[in-house]
């Protein structure tokens, strides 16, 4: 019994010494894990602070973007609208001188009517007028406004505005025999409709703004 207990130490101790031996080896490698999670953890946070720095630029820059094309849609408001002024300014300016025409003319005939001599006023009046209808014309001539053609022209819906449905063994069926209303444009734009009387066949009765058939 006592040769058999040194031996049982002995065996007892072995498998003590190398589990030490393990942790030994272990605790190296522990470590090296260890510092290259931090080294991981650290480049992980520079690329973050990287990223945090390139998101704030890019905010930066839109809202400069933001506020330089606010400041362009300001600045095309005020350029639209300072045309339009202008272009109402110059328009005024032209229909002005016809105003005056028309006030001369009145004035004239007005004398003349105070000295009793209604025809040399009448005949006044009326050369005042066609003298103030022209300059008028070619005030709106110069601003590209040109009177529709209408009468003894086929019906067009883009240009005119039938107004009524008249027999006619004259023309063709279709056609503009009468423009109640001028008709004008600018450029390709049609500032306002002819309102005529467009022919039917003979037969058909008149009927007000029917020009289906």
Do not use: C, W
Request: glycine share 6%; net charge negative.
């Amino acid at each position: 019994m006592s040769t058999d207990q040194p031996n049982a130490r002995e065996m007892t101790n072995e498998p003590t010494q190398e589990t030490d031996t393990a942790s030994e080896q272990a605790e190296p490698e522990q470590a090296e894990d260890i510092e290259a999670l931090t080294g991981e953890v650290e480049r992980l946070r520079e690329e973050i602070e990287e990223l945090k720095e390139e998101r704030d630029e890019t905010n930066d820059r839109l809202l400069r973007k933001a506020a330089d094309l606010e400041n362009l849609r300001r600045r095309m408001d005020r350029e639209k609208k300072r045309r339009h002024e202008a272009g109402k300014i110059a328009v005024l300016e032209s229909m002005l001188e016809v105003v005056d025409d028309f006030e001369r003319s009145l004035k004239a005939a007005q004398d003349l009517d105070d000295a009793e001599d209604a025809e040399a006023a009448y005949e006044s009046l009326k050369g005042g007028v066609e003298m103030v209808f022209r300059k008028f014309q070619d005030q709106l001539q110069s601003l590209g406004v040109e009177p529709i053609e209408a009468e003894g022209k086929p019906f067009d819906e883009q240009l005119h505005e039938a107004m009524m449905r008249q027999p006619s063994d004259e023309v063709a069926p279709g056609t503009v025999l009468q423009e109640v209303r001028k008709g004008y444009t600018m450029g390709d734009r049609v500032l306002r409709h002819s309102r005529v009387v467009v022919a039917a066949e003979p037969s058909e009765d008149g009927e007000a703004g029917d020009t289906s058939s």
